[in-house]
């Protein structure tokens, strides 16, 4: 079955950018899915920060647009979030999922979390 | 963006309770809504979709129901592993937005 992982740096400077990685196993990132990222502050609610297909097209949630570039590694199986100019707001525990058709969002990783902290 | 609105914030049943949250979205977006729950320290797992659909391996005691502004997620009898934070999310619009959770816990 499919399953996603994702890395990155736990701590991340003011000002700089995040930089996260999921990796696809069990499946395809070539299939007729989207995928996804979301994320969660501390103690609060999930935000969708965006999503990409195999194809290279992206949605950006216009909250985040300016700052968030998705990208994908067919030859990988993975996909990436860069967030730049990043402050404590975005401190949060981040995750990747399957967005399944473009309806939902149906397998999550575990979930990694970034610290923005000097 | 489309506010998803969910109440209550918490609630405190017994073990057998019939539970029942509801979302309410600022505009009419047909069945485009998902159930979600969250056990603390875990990810989110998909529960009900396009409003009404369980997700295969989903207990039968978890439904949903609604459409166009009003949904209802439903417990049918409240079982200790079913401790968790539920969340809606429509998907009607881009962004998907989330409601802002509903904690379950055990009277």
């Known amino acids: 079955q499919v399953q996603l992982q994702e890395s990155g740096p736990g701590l991340v400077k003011p000002s700089g950018t995040l930089s996260l990685t999921c990796a696809v196993s069990g499946g395809s990132i070539s299939s007729s899915n989207w995928w996804s990222w979301i994320r969660q502050p501390p103690g609060k609610g999930l935000e969708w920060i965006g999503e990409i297909y195999h194809s290279g097209s992206t949605n950006y949630n216009p909250s985040l647009k300016s700052r968030v570039t998705i990208s994908v590694d067919k030859s990988k199986n993975q996909f990436s979030l860069k967030l730049s100019s990043v402050t404590a707001a975005d401190t949060a525990v981040y995750y990747c999922?399957?967005?399944?058709?473009?309806?939902?969002?149906?397998?999550w990783g575990q979930g990694t979390m970034v610290t923005v902290s000097s | 963006d489309i506010q998803m609105t969910q109440s209550p914030s918490s609630l405190s049943a017994s073990v057998g309770d019939r539970v029942t949250i509801t979302c309410q979205a600022s505009q009419d977006i047909s069945n485009y809504l998902n159930w979600y729950q969250q056990k603390p320290g875990k990810a989110p797992k998909l529960l009900i979709y396009d409003a009404s659909n369980l997700e295969t391996g989903v207990p039968s005691r978890f439904s949903g129901s609604g459409s166009g502004t009003d949904f209802t997620f439903t417990i049918s009898s409240l079982q200790p592993e079913d401790i968790a934070t539920y969340y809606c999310q429509q998907y009607d619009n881009l962004p998907r937005t989330f409601g802002q959770g509903t904690k379950v816990e055990i009277k």
């Open positions: 999922a399957r967005n399944r058709k473009g309806v939902v969002d149906d397998i």
